[in-house]
């Protein structure tokens, strides 16, 4: 999985509690990304970042935050998660912004809100 | 505004015979196209991209896709199925002036290989 761990593999949290999930990468690349899977909807980005303490809003931002203090961690916090939250989530990197450059992604995370 | 299509949700063929996954993308101006593979509980891998040059672009595990650009496709083909290849495949798409570096998802094709 390119050098890509998430952390935890799996969580079940209740409505209106906190969750971070943890992005870690060992290849220094510059660009990281979290999408979340939802059937129907294929993958869609949450938030990315282009460096430390760089980050911008995807498609599908509302009820995220992220944070980047290290080049190799990405953090994704849900502040009071619903049961709309409830998805898998992938990580992924790419060296650089160029449209051409390949993104590749985690193994996941399967959070399930009650 | 940029969308992929995959406009069938599951896909059966018979083990050496061979396959088509479809895809249809809507973009302004030219497009980069990806082709990722998830097996289940895997994250998604990366089997090829067009980017420019010859429409005939050739990937992992002998995968292969052509870009159409008249009919906006980007259909990805394996000439020999194997039961292995069973998996969810994924189109998707980026304008090439876009400011951010997302993809475009299609919601999935499930390919099944029947031996």
């Known amino acids: 999985d390119a050098g890509i761990t998430q952390s935890p593999r799996h969580k079940v949290t209740e409505t209106g509690t906190p969750v971070t999930l943890r992005c870690h990468q060992t290849?220094?690349?510059?660009?990281m990304y979290w999408y979340r899977q939802d059937p129907g909807h294929g993958l869609r980005l949450i938030h990315y970042?282009?460096?430390?303490?760089?980050?911008d809003k995807g498609e599908v931002s509302d009820g995220y935050s992220v944070s980047r203090s290290k080049t190799e961690d990405f953090l994704l916090t849900l502040e009071s998660a619903t049961s709309s939250q409830t998805s898998v989530y992938f990580c992924a990197i790419s060296l650089d912004r160029a449209g051409t450059d390949t993104q590749y992604f985690g193994p996941g995370t399967r959070l399930t809100v009650l | 505004a940029q969308s992929v299509a995959q406009p069938e949700d599951q896909v059966n063929v018979a083990e050496g015979n061979p396959l088509t996954v479809k895809c249809t993308y809507s973009?302004?101006?030219?497009?980069?196209l990806f082709w990722y593979v998830q097996y289940p509980n895997r994250g998604l891998q990366f089997l090829l991209k067009y980017i420019t040059g010859d429409n005939l672009v050739k990937g992992s595990y002998g995968f292969e896709a052509e870009f159409n650009k008249s009919q906006t496709s980007f259909h990805l083909k394996k000439p020999s199925a194997l039961v292995s290849d069973s998996a969810l495949y994924f189109c998707a798409v980026r304008a090439r002036q876009t400011g951010a570096n997302n993809l475009f998802f299609g919601t999935g094709t499930r390919l099944t290989v029947i031996p």
């Open positions: 973009v302004s101006g030219n497009p980069y």
């Open positions: 970042s282009y460096g430390v303490k760089d980050t």
């Open positions: 290849e220094n690349h510059r660009y």
